[in-house]
């Protein structure tokens, strides 16, 4: 039997036509009534905004699902420093953006296009040595526990504490909750 690959056979997406099409969907009706639109979070301060995290660093948030405890962000260290050690309770994907950052506990460097997979139970200390520090796109899944240098556990953060960090910046700062963070 000749078997094909369906690598070499594909040929999508073959379009020029510079259009919106028409799709069969079978449905389409229950999806209106109960599919959840996608979301477009724009660079704009206004949009979402910097805001602080620690003395040395800011977070930008673009999504909070509460359906599945999921966040999604950019954090930015401005510098050279140390984001506390921490227990993971779900997965994680980042993307650097700028700068370079790596884990004391690991012995790779993630510079701009690094991708990085994190997953349930991993406890890590994350760090920055660039001078001009780090900017990580993350996409968190679950909880994560935050401890101090001895241990200890000090707090957990999770969807409901990104959003609290998000709306309570916002409030103080007169900048309008963005909707569109909220999936
Ligand atoms: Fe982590």
Redesign the pocket.
């Given at each position: 039997m000749k078997t094909i690959s369906t690598i070499t056979k594909m040929t999508a997406p073959p379009s020029t036509a510079y259009k919106i099409v028409d799709v069969p969907e079978a449905y389409a009706d229950v999806i209106k009534l109960h599919g959840i639109p996608g979301t477009f979070v724009g660079s704009s301060e206004l949009e979402s905004p910097w805001v602080p995290f620690g003395p040395n660093a800011a977070i930008r948030h673009l999504h909070f699902d509460t359906r599945h405890n999921i966040f999604g962000n950019i954090l930015w260290m401005k510098s050279a420093g140390v984001i506390g050690t921490?227990k993971?309770r779900g997965t994680?994907v980042m993307i650097c953006l700028e700068g370079s950052a790596r884990y004391l506990e690991y012995d790779w460097v993630a510079g701009p296009g690094g991708f990085i997979y994190?997953t349930p139970g991993?406890v890590?200390t994350?760090v920055s040595d660039h001078p001009n520090g780090v900017k990580l796109f993350g996409w968190l899944q679950g909880p994560l526990e935050f401890y101090d240098d001895k241990g200890n556990f000090v707090e957990t953060v999770d969807v409901w504490w990104f959003i609290n960090h998000y709306e309570s910046y916002c409030r103080e700062h007169g900048i309008p909750i963005n909707k569109q963070l909220y999936l």
């Open positions: 921490h993971h994680v994190e991993l890590h994350l």
